[in-house]
């Protein structure tokens, strides 16, 4: 592999996981199936196997492509993108097998959901945001029983993508174990391209 293809490659893969990302998020969030959304499965793609750098460069062109068809309302969401960029690369620094797919999913909904609440918080008084959900029932449940909206919004988001980011995690394992995707990213890191593992 060229210098010059060395460099294209990530930015090419980031553009597809964009692309993948918004598709299948939207699909997915306009089927109505609950704790499930895979909006974030090709940010974790990328900043697994080609580092945080492309992680991040996935998160945001995400947010901006969903804000250019549903409108400005999500933007603050990437704040929580980048996290889950950040948490992705920073567990897979290690061994990345099934337990460690399925402790990042768990530390990114644990980490995510302190970043998510006060968006919540201050565009949606604390709930989902994107129509009423099951999840919703936990915030208004624990806010009844007498805790602080924050607590009770930073469970909500908890319960409502734990399952998601634990799927989206072990789903990036296994893609990322596909024989011409393993090799594709083995090439290019045996070939110099990665900048930050």
Known sequence: MDRKQRKIQPYMMSALCVGFNVVLGSFITLSGIPFLFLD???????AVNFGLGYGLVTAIGTHLVLAMYFGPMGLPFVLV???TAIV????????????TAIFMG???????SFVSAPIRLIF???????GRSLTDLVVVSLKASGYEMFFATYWGAFTDGLIDKII?????LKISQLPKIHDKIMLWKYSGGE???
């Open 168 to 172: 989206s995690c072990l789903l990036v």
């Open 106 to 112: 768990i530390m990114i909904v644990f980490v995510g």
């Open 40 to 46: 974030g499965l090709g940010t974790i793609f990328m």
């Open 195 to 197: 900048p930050d593992k």
């Open 88 to 99: 992705a690369y920073l567990c897979s620094k290690r061994n990345f097998n099934y337990k």
């Open 124 to 130: 949606y008084g604390g709930f989902k945001g994107s």
């Open 81 to 83: 993108s980048i996290t």
